[in-house]
């Protein structure tokens, strides 16, 4: 009998159920011929359900998402603007919670240009490089207060939370992907010369860590320089380690530069595999075009790569991102947009001729 | 007699005492013909005087510096990396210390794509927004703290304290400038989806104050989406009003976008004049090209246009602006590098012929 993987999908809202229904069928195609299949359980999650019931994630659904292999997930996240869901805050309810939860102390977000995909930069070079962010510490934490509210004396704070160990582990994990790379070079990105505490965490930690990674190189840029060389000269990244929010702001700014978002995929990963690590584009519900058929999956399906090559089955991921950079390749060729549904196809196409 | 204007002076570190020496010459060549002089008081602080005196800011020296009329500072910083400035952190103990000490609560940061000058946008568009980062408050108040250091036990906090008081009279100042720009737009820059006590007090002030200013209309964006934005679409940007954090790095990415921090000015800014101003270029002390001649000095002459016009000189200031603009019109048909100090006296030439 083959082993059987058990992937809960959270479609979400939005864009989120259309470029999920086409990455459930390339994750398909790409192991068909496999000793291995995939049991899919679907999770009405985000805010529509949050509008229906008036439940975000329960106790329940979270036992249930945890007991799962792996999780896809498309974007969760109602209309902006919209007065029913102010209160609701569906990305720290779920999206976050989830990470946290879950301990996706990874957040794995690479940026490639592909051959042919536009760029905004004029000269952007061979921009191949991966951002590895911190996933359930710095900002993120929800550790923020207030007192006054309302009032012209109303003082708001923010913490963040960095832990010797929370730091440690997401280095190293890091380190071991900078080894594994052609370049194996290491940049932390930081602000040391402000957040003076926090700065000097990371940078001992990195200059510790180094010494047992003598063939990884390490540079470090405070984040204000490094978004200018992430559009003067992004050739000069490789593996990028950064905290949960600068994380949060580099890979936008990365995904921008490398074709934009419709092309950024994520992995949420507790590498040693406690909890089920979770894999989304990195963009958002974009609910102004859901239910077109306009949205690009390409992300989506690179996701499904990252979650087959973290479940092993890296056969099958190469399948897969070659099969998307071929059609990436195509599809500047081609120059019409295509629908959601008819690049789930095409990539499916290249994966069973 | 003419009224006299008491500068004082901070030429710092490394390309700092060049760039400075062609801000001065600008900017006595720009009022010479106005019934104004400027008298300059030079100190000599940065971590040349660090490493002499093991002082980076006395008491006396900012007293000193609180009692002059305005601020022109060049860039203050050692060669990264020397051991000897390790615990010096000059740019807390002095940049910082001014800022937050003169309560510089506007950090104003023009972003402008000059006429010929080539950006790493493959299609810049008009780029033509201005920045209103705040000065004294965010991530930077100073507010973090650490124990078990050292240890794999270590905890390293970082406080972001925003208040009423602090965010609305930057708020304000922000509404001020759109209003008085032809486009009349404003955007507010956070990350209130995850920073939810520091994003609602931020959210609430802009839609409170926005009610004053029918006539400035008013979006939101996440920083990650900023980012974005900056570089797929940087034309949609009028004013930007955002934290201090958020603002050292957008304005980071916007100066990138623009040409570089080669001519990137801000202006330090105590609107009620309590204080004195304080004028700088955007860039650092670049130690490696420091006493050479090639630093561009229009980012610190830029920075002066932006000192007159606070000091209420805008006939003065709109010359600087003006020669600056032609300036940098005919160096782009040159082709060829100028020394730091002929791009001073080309200039001067402009506007004394
Ligand atoms: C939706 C939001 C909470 C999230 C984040 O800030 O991490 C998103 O921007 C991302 O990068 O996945
Ligand atoms: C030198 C540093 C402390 C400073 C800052 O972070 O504000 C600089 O980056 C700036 O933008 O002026």
Redesign the pocket.
Known sequence: MSPLIKLAVIPGDGIGPEVVAEAVKVLEAATAADDVSFDATWFSLGAARFLETGDVLTDEDLTAIASHDAILLGAV?GVPGDPRLVNANI?RGL??KLRFSLDHYVNLRPSVLFPGVPSPLAAPGNVDFVVVREGTEGPYVGNGGAIRQGTTHEVANEVSVNTAFGVERVVRYAFEKAQGRPRRHLTLVHKTNVLVFAGSLWQRIVSAVAAEYPDVTVDYLHVDAATIFLVSNPSRFDVIVTDNLFG?IL??LAAAISGGIGLAA?GNINPEGRFPSMFEP?H?SAPDIAGKQVADPTAAILSVALLLAHLGLTDAAARVSAAVTADIVARAALGIPRSTSAVGDAIVTRLTD
Do not use: M, Y
């Open positions: 996240g990305e999206l976050l949060d890979t936008d994520s990195v958002g």
